[in-house]
């Protein structure tokens, strides 16, 4: 097996030079649920160099309908680890490693990326990635999904901080449109990592109205105060 047949179709794409580009990138997911698992599957494939996933969580079985890298003989392991193995199991051109912990802890790592991945579900840990982002200069993808809607933003140098940290517990979900959100989180990463244009700092918020069509609004964002 050559890393040129596997890639065949993305190097159709956009050619060798690309893809050999790809080998070099470094990325962290942060969160192994929903558009963890989906990114895992989307990004885990694509040539990116190396993988860190990001989890301290075990798989329930109420997660399994829509995070989909796991399966019910599952149930217990830890969500970063076993995404990090369903990687390996699909592509042998990667490394990819699992962190069983919190951001906080795998912050003070001090390991340095190409690209952050926000796949988590709250929004104090979100700012804390936004922090740790601005600190080492680390552009990140962040992303969120509810019930039949779901945002995405590429982070640079805008402000995290407009959104309104709060202890709002979500609705419920189904799978589709945490795929939908997480391939669209995806798209833009391994754009902006073929070195591919990507629109940055402008938030897109896409939902189903009530007659079931989709609507994508984008935003621009406004840029944070540097100190």
């Known amino acids: 097996m050559t890393s040129e047949a596997y890639f065949n179709r993305q190097i159709q794409l956009w050619g060798k030079a690309t893809q050999k580009s790809l080998e070099k990138k470094k990325i962290a997911i942060i969160g192994s649920g929903g558009l963890g698992s989906t990114l895992a599957l989307a990004l885990g494939t694509s040539g990116i160099g190396e993988i860190h996933m990001v989890d301290f969580d075990t798989v329930s079985l109420h997660n399994l309908h829509r995070q989909i890298a796991f399966t019910l003989a599952d149930q217990g392991k830890n969500k970063a680890k076993t995404a990090a193995q369903?990687?390996?199991?699909?592509?042998?051109?990667?490394?990819?490693?699992?962190?069983?912990?919190?951001?906080?802890?795998?912050?003070?790592?001090?390991?340095?990326?190409?690209?952050?991945?926000?796949?988590?579900?709250?929004?104090?840990?979100?700012?804390?990635?936004?922090?740790?982002?601005?600190?080492?200069?680390?552009?990140?993808?962040?992303?969120?999904?509810?019930?039949?809607?779901?945002?995405?933003?590429?982070?640079?140098?805008?402000?995290?901080?407009?959104?309104?940290?709060?202890?709002?517990?979500?609705?419920?979900i189904a799978a589709?449109?945490?795929?939908?959100?997480?391939?669209?989180?995806?798209?833009?990463?391994?754009?902006?990592?073929?070195?591919?244009?990507?629109?940055?700092?402008?938030?897109?918020?896409?939902?189903?109205?009530?007659?079931?069509?989709l609507i994508t609004q984008k935003f621009g964002m406004p840029k944070a105060q540097k100190c």
Not at 98 to 118: K, P, Q, S, T, V
Not at 189 to 196: F, H, I, N, S, T
Not at 200 to 211: H, I, R
């Open 86 to 172: 369903l990687i390996e199991n699909k592509n042998p051109f990667v490394k990819v490693a699992g962190f069983d912990m919190d951001f906080e802890a795998f912050g003070r790592l001090e390991n340095r990326y190409d690209l952050i991945l926000d796949a988590t579900d709250n929004l104090p840990v979100r700012g804390e990635i936004d922090k740790y982002a601005k600190q080492t200069k680390t552009p990140w993808i962040y992303a969120s999904v509810e019930e039949f809607n779901g945002q995405v933003c590429f982070f640079e140098e805008a402000n995290f901080q407009v959104f309104n940290i709060s202890d709002h517990k979500p609705g419920g």
């Open 176 to 213: 589709p449109i945490v795929m939908h959100i997480g391939s669209l989180q995806a798209n833009l990463a391994l754009r902006y990592l073929a070195g591919l244009s990507v629109a940055k700092d402008k938030l897109y918020y896409l939902y189903f109205n009530q007659e079931g069509e």
